[in-house]
DNA sequence: TACATCACG
DNA sequence: ACGTACGTGATGTAG
């Protein structure tokens, strides 16, 4: 037996918004409306179990009863953004349940319904409409019953025709001739003034309907005659108003509402992100929940150690592994120190401690199946575990497969990819945490060999879980390509140039430590002398008493623990006092000494006289990579006294060369790809410089008479473009009006009509995904962007608009990267790639290779990716990295 | 360990 | 009206 659930969806999450307290999920998300709604849902479905459900919803602003009376619905609060921001997400959670929804421009939810119970009732389908609104009575049958919600969301109460007789006196219909008399406030329909429910329904059921009491005026008496002889046409327009329309045009066949209950797993997830914990336990979504809740599986593998199986065992173990995890301690894998391994091969997981691999005959079948680029791996953070390996002289080769790699591509933005993390997060059965078995802190320790073997294989086949559940949803997410084909092969390009390092010469930086220091100690002496006291510049804290309040300088910028002193406090603050110039000179210089000098050649290995930095592939919410231990990637350039230290990254060959080639414009160049603005396009096909092109448009000026000045507020305003424009960031950045700064703006938006319209659409494709993705399909997650609050919705969107041109230029000198390393061993050079700087890579090259490598790498570079608007790499060499500008 | 600051693209 | 530019890592101070 066919049964239909027609709810009311605008009515239904208004009644929920106000009928419960204010709760958000601990993004800041507000979900009571949400919560109420689907609590009544799960109500529903349990006592009615409808064969077919829909929710309808109002579309649109204007209706056609805004023809007939425009101040339908006037006067209205505007809807609190706690709530619509709810929309989209039931709208989202809609799609979990498996509901159908409808809405139609033109035509409120009402009239679906309206239409939809029609055609139930011509049927003869039994039908339930849900809904806050009063109104819709007028759809009651025989076969539709009006469930109106009562007080709160949960309870409802149901009429069929009967029991609007009992209630009212009144046959459904006469439902709509009630509100022509009289009216309704939150519709903004008049009926006629004075009369309410009593007196409406004293005259219906003396004359029957609006029209009868108007021809039977005649009839009344005293004030009563005088009102309606007064307000006869807005009550027939009331009437009209609030007559539901019960032939709207459906696009759809009613057997797209059929319903067939909900997927655990979608419904599950859905509920997790709004954290509806109480609602999943209640229906049983535990199971597959969070992560303390999946109890350790029974273990259904034997944890076997190298000396205890046979080495023809190990031999073959090794040959037919799922999966490897190789344990190191330490942040930094140059310098960390290997635990042991497992390997997980059907029923047997097979561990090898640090000890086993080192010492012993018995490790020659281990190590030479590490060594085997035939035989693939599929790990655990490999690109880690290379490095550490590579310190002990073992060569790891064959990766096929990196799971944290994979997670890390899944959820960009997740900052802890540990195993017992990830493991919960894709709901697999538990494992322990790294903090659980060794401790933290202090307390640190590795624990006795047979609790080792057992954590290090849990490990292994917690590896082992993830693959499938991985690779499944690369695949899903269009990513499996960009896992195997760019990211995987660029974490064994990464490792080759973590290896090689790049020379730093320590006497160079010994000097220019030593001409800092003398410099650093005139600026505190001068200092001190201004202050009339010594005190630590350092100190923030400590600083901002003598500025603020010893100097009496004017405090206008504040942070969380007291004064600002920032370089751009003092730089505002310069003309006051001269000791202000004196500080922010110390500064730079004590950056210089700290950072660059004392932090670089604390970098420098004593074994290779070069320093290895790290390359971390999974960090970036972009895609881009970061580098640690030393950070390569911020080495000073701005200014010269910081360039110097760049004097000290010199080749590790004598006679060879430090080349560098950098990325022209890379992102606004991916700009003009991806909003296909023909405008900016044509700017880089003729290779017009893009910041005069930008300023003779937003001026309206000739390219002659673009001045320096013009030039460096378009530069800005270009970059204010890539990061997500604001008028407020960009009057900021500018030092001018917020006015001019929206002028600026607009001015740009009307030459460059395109990249609004990207900017704009990229927000609205973020909404309805949920996230953003660049040119290879690297995605990223972006839940802030229905975000009540401003500030966190408006960061979400600058988001959405840089993250596409973000990523896409760091998935572009990925590629660059990977072809480069191809050539390279292609030609059989001895040139290296040594460092990645987000739009530069840097090589040593020996001098019979330099004249090829010119050509080649920027020629590399422009071709990694095709695209509508070509892409240029410009080159540079020199003795050491300074001279390569 | 959190915060402020500043180096880079 | 709201108040920020996007993405990182290293250092020193202070609780």
């Given at each position: ?500 390092g790049i020379k730093v010469n320590p006497a160079v930086l010994e000097d220019l430590g030593a001409e800092l220091e003398r410099n650093i100690a005139q600026y505190m002496s001068d200092i001190y002398t201004h202050a009339g006291m010594e005190f630590n510049i350092n100190s923030p804290r400590q600083l901002g008493e003598v500025l603020f309040e010893k100097l009496g300088l004017p405090a206008w910028k504040k942070t969380k ?325």
């Open positions: 037996m066919a049964k239909w659930i027609l709810i009311d969806g605008n009515s239904i999450i208004y009644r929920a918004f106000f009928a419960l307290p204010p709760l958000t999920n601990s993004a800041g998300l507000h979900t009571n409306a949400v919560y109420g709604f689907t609590t009544m849902l799960l109500k529903l479905i349990e006592e009615e179990k409808p064969t077919h459900m829909l929710v309808a919803f109002d579309a649109g602003k204007t209706t056609f009863r805004h023809e007939g009376y425009a101040e339908y619905k006037g006067g209205r609060e505007k809807t609190p953004t706690e709530l619509s921001e709810q929309f989209p997400i039931l709208k989202e959670l809609l799609k979990s349940f498996g509901i159908a929804q409808y809405e139609l421009p033109g035509y409120e939810a009402d009239d679906i319904i309206g239409t939809l119970s029609r055609i139930a009732d011509e049927g003869g389908v039994e039908t339930v409409v849900v809904s806050g609104d009063k109104d819709m009575l007028q759809l009651a049958s025989d076969n539709v019953t009006i469930a109106l919600t009562r007080k709160g969301i949960s309870e409802v109460e149901r009429y069929n025709p009967a029991e609007i007789k009992e209630r009212y006196g009144l046959t459904p219909l006469q439902i709509i001739d009630l509100k022509g008399l009289m009216g309704d406030t939150s519709d903004n329909i008049p009926g006629i003034p004075g009369v309410g429910e009593k007196t409406a329904l004293k005259l219906l059921h003396e004359f029957g309907s609006v029209e009868a009491v108007i021809a039977g005026v005649n009839e009344l008496k005293g004030k009563m005659k005088e009102k309606v002889e007064e307000h006869q046409e807005s009550a027939v327009m009331s009437k009209k108003l609030a007559t539901i329309y019960r032939e709207v045009p459906l696009e759809h066949e009613s057997d797209e509402l059929a319903y067939s209950g909900y997927d655990d797993a979608a419904l599950g997830d859905a509920f997790r992100k709004l954290e509806f914990k109480s609602l999943i336990e209640r229906l049983g979504l535990s199971a597959a929940g969070s992560a303390a809740d999946v109890p350790a599986a029974e273990a259904n593998y034997e944890v076997v150690s190298l000396s205890g199986l046979p080495a023809d065992e190990v031999t073959e173990l090794l040959r037919a592994s799922e999966s490897i995890y190789i344990e190191a301690i330490g942040d930094n894998p140059h310098q960390s120190r290997l635990i042991g391994i497992a390997v997980a091969s059907g029923d047997r997981i097979l561990t090898v401690t640090y000890d086993e691999l080192m010492g012993t005959t018995l490790s020659a079948p281990v190590r030479a199946w590490l060594e085997d680029a035939n035989a693939p791996k599929k790990g655990y953070d490999l690109h880690k575990a290379e490095l550490t390996l590579h310190w002990m002289g073992i060569d790891l080769r064959g990766v096929a497969l990196d799971t944290m790699l994979a997670a890390y591509l899944l959820d960009p933005t997740d900052t802890s990819l540990t195993l017992a993390a990830l493991i919960s997060r894709y709901k697999l059965a538990s494992i322990q945490s790294d903090e659980a078995v060794y401790g933290k802190g202090a307390k640190f320790q590795v624990p006795g060999s047979d609790v080792l073997a057992a954590h290090l294989a849990a490990k292994a086949d917690a590896v082992r879980r993830l693959i499938p559940v991985l690779t499944d949803e690369l695949e899903k997410g269009h990513m499996s390509k960009l896992c195997y084909e760019l990211e995987q092969p660029l974490a064994v390009v990464l490792a080759g140039m973590e290896k090689q623990t007291g004064y600002s002193t920032d370089a751009e406090v003092l730089e505002k603050l310069a003309p006051y006092h001269e000791i202000v110039g004196m500080i922010l000179h110390y500064r730079q210089l004590a950056k210089l000494q700290s950072t660059y000098v004392e932090g670089l050649l604390k970098e420098i290995r004593r074994d290779t006289g070069k320093v290895h930095t790290y390359y971390r592939q999974t960090i970036a919410a972009t895609g881009r990579l970061s580098s640690q231990f030393p950070n390569l990637q911020n080495i000073p350039i701005r200014l010269e006294e910081g360039r110097r230290i760049r004097k000290a990254f010199v080749p590790s060959e004598p006679g060879w060369t430090i080349l560098a080639a950098d990325y022209s414009q890379i992102e606004l160049r991916v700009l003009a790809e991806i909003s296909g603005d023909e405008n900016m396009k044509e700017a880089f096909i003729k290779d017009i410089d893009i910041h005069t092109k930008t300023a003779m448009d937003v001026f309206g000026v000739t390219p002659d008479q673009v001045d320096s000045n013009m030039r460096r507020q378009a530069k800005a305003v270009n970059f204010g473009i890539v990061y997500g424009i604001s008028d407020f960031g960009l009057s900021n950045n500018l030092n001018i009006t917020r006015d001019e700064a929206a002028r600026f703006k607009e001015q740009y938006f009307a030459a460059f009509q395109g990249v609004r319209a990207y900017m704009d659409n990229i927000v609205v494709q973020a909404r309805e995904n949920g996230y953003v993705t660049t040119l290879l399909d690297r995605r990223r997650y972006l839940p802030d962007i229905h975000a009540s609050n401003f500030n966190i919705r408006s960061f979400a969107e600058r988001t959405a608009m840089n993250t596409p041109i973000q990523g896409t230029a760091a998935d572009i000198i990925k590629l660059a990267m990977v072809n480069m390393d191809k050539e390279i061993r292609a030609r059989g050079l001895r040139s290296r790639m040594l460092l990645q700087v987000h739009d530069e890579l840097v090589f040593e090259v020996p001098q019979e290779e330099l004249e090829l490598m010119k050509t080649l790498v920027p020629q590399v570079m422009a071709s990694a990716l095709k695209l509508d608007v070509p892409l240029r790499a410009d080159v540079s060499y020199g003795d050491n990295w300074y001279e390569a500008k």
